[in-house]
């Protein structure tokens, strides 16, 4: 399995921007469906973004589509969340997870098994 840390997080107007990143341990990154989730204060913990272990596919919440994007580097074991024009409710403590061999979509399944979580970074979006 691969360890995940996430960093990027802070306090940002809405409107603003923050990028985050996840950095995996291990040889086998590659190999890892990545993604985003997040959960905000007194609710359950949704499904953010996530990317395609091969292929480089995409797929969103609908709440972020069109203002987050995710991206991987492979040659340096990370993924990031571009999240531009900010809002309030997309405060939370979001988390990187990782899942073998997985695509994009089926990381954004209900219920769907993860092989690794980060331990989180929060985001705060002002009003």
């Known amino acids: 399995q691969v360890q995940l840390v996430e960093s990027g997080g802070g306090l940002v107007q809405a409107g603003g921007s923050l990028r985050l990143s996840c950095a995996a341990s291990?040889?086998?990154?590659?190999?890892?469906?990545m993604g985003w989730f997040r959960q905000a204060p007194g609710k359950e913990r949704e499904f953010v973004a996530a990317?395609?272990?091969?292929?480089?596919?995409?797929y969103y919440a609908d709440t972020v589509k069109g203002r987050f994007t995710i991206s991987r580097d492979n040659a340096k074991n990370t993924v990031y969340l571009q999240m531009n024009r900010l809002k309030p409710e997309d405060t939370a403590v979001y988390y990187c997870?990782?899942?073998?061999?997985?695509?994009?979509?089926?990381?954004?399944?209900?219920?769907?098994?993860?092989?690794?979580w980060g331990k989180g970074t929060l985001v705060t979006v002002s009003s």
């Open positions: 997870a990782a899942r073998f061999s997985s695509t994009a979509q089926a990381m954004g399944a209900p219920s769907v098994v993860m092989n690794s």
């Open positions: 291990g040889r086998t990154f590659s190999s890892y469906g």
């Open positions: 990317i395609s272990w091969i292929g480089g596919s995409t």
